[in-house]
């Protein structure tokens, strides 16, 4: 196995280039878009002019507008998530191979992301049979995933922003989980998953219904942390669209197989069709996009 440096990161959030040893792949990474009060040009773009040549692979599924500019360029494997549920399933021993030495991983920090990373330090092989199928399940939501997988997601929903938590998660999946001791902090973290999901289910009963098919809460101003995923799914079950507000931001989710993408409906380049947050400024024009009538979209304004 190479040695390589591992760095965690999210689509408006990328590492300094300078920062990161010799050459470097990205993975799970998503083109910024508007949606988060960035852009591609402000934040996806100079990243990958700085690192030149030094990039040799970015391999993400999620949608964006800017993928055109890379058709050409045999690094950038790119699809759209309808094409490929989840990333992992995207890397293969011949992608590995043509993309030579690499110095640094640059991962998404969901289970998503670290999957990825675990099979690209694996040479393209599974850290486990199943692991392709389980990365699928847990980022469309679609099925169930298996006890390796559902430990892991417990984990990383409780920390989400533990990078130490991230790395110990990688090794564990690129060594196959030959190390049982591992599984301790791993399931540590996801034991405190729970007080949030009871958050998230109280919060759940102050769900609005608006026409037509949306369910809306104000998680502002909440007892505690929560399990924001747990709430949106919690808000499909009553409705095709949920919808969390949270200070500024507002999240907007659909199941994977609605046929619903917000990408179209909200005007915005990239992302994920089914799960998007924007500013809270934008929440009405949200709604009318979702055929709400203006006059009750605007009792949110």
Not at 108 to 133: I, T
Not at 170 to 177: E, M
């Amino acid at each position: 196995m190479q040695s390589i440096e591992l760095s965690f990161a999210s689509p408006r959030k990328l590492p300094k280039p300078k920062d990161l040893r010799g050459n470097v792949v990205v993975l799970d990474i998503a083109f910024a878009s508007e949606a988060g009060g960035k852009s591609f040009e402000t934040v996806t773009l100079p990243f990958i002019e700085a690192l030149g040549p030094r990039l040799r692979a970015w391999v993400d599924h999620h949608d964006s507008l800017h993928h055109a500019r890379y058709a050409d360029d045999a690094r950038f494997v790119l699809s759209t998530k309808a094409e490929h549920g989840a990333c992992p399933e995207m890397i293969t021993p011949e992608i590995v191979t043509r993309a030579g030495r690499v110095d640094t991983l640059v991962c998404h920090v969901d289970f998503d992301g670290l999957a990825s990373g675990a099979k690209w330090l694996r040479g393209g092989e599974e850290p486990y049979p199943g692991c392709d199928a389980d990365a699928r399940a847990i980022d469309t939501r679609i099925g169930t995933p298996g006890p390796v997988a559902a430990r892991i997601d417990r984990a990383l929903r409780a920390r989400p922003r533990d990078h130490a938590l991230f790395g110990l998660i990688v090794r564990h999946l690129s060594t196959g989980l030959s190390d049982a001791s591992l599984w301790q902090p791993i399931d540590a973290a996801g034991a405190e998953l729970a007080p949030l999901e009871a958050e998230a289910r109280r919060l759940a009963r102050s769900f609005e219904r608006i026409e037509p098919g949306i369910v809306l809460v104000d998680a502002t101003n909440r007892k505690g942390p929560y399990d924001k995923t747990l709430l949106l799914l919690v808000g499909q079950e009553r409705a095709s669209v949920s919808a969390v507000i949270d200070g500024d931001n507002v999240t907007f989710a659909a199941a994977f197989d609605s046929g619903i993408n917000f990408l179209e409906r909200f005007g915005i380049s990239g992302g994920m069709p089914t799960v998007v947050s924007i500013h809270r400024s934008k929440l009405v024009s949200a709604l009318e996009a979702l055929g709400v009538k203006p006059s009750e979209a605007s009792r949110f304004g």
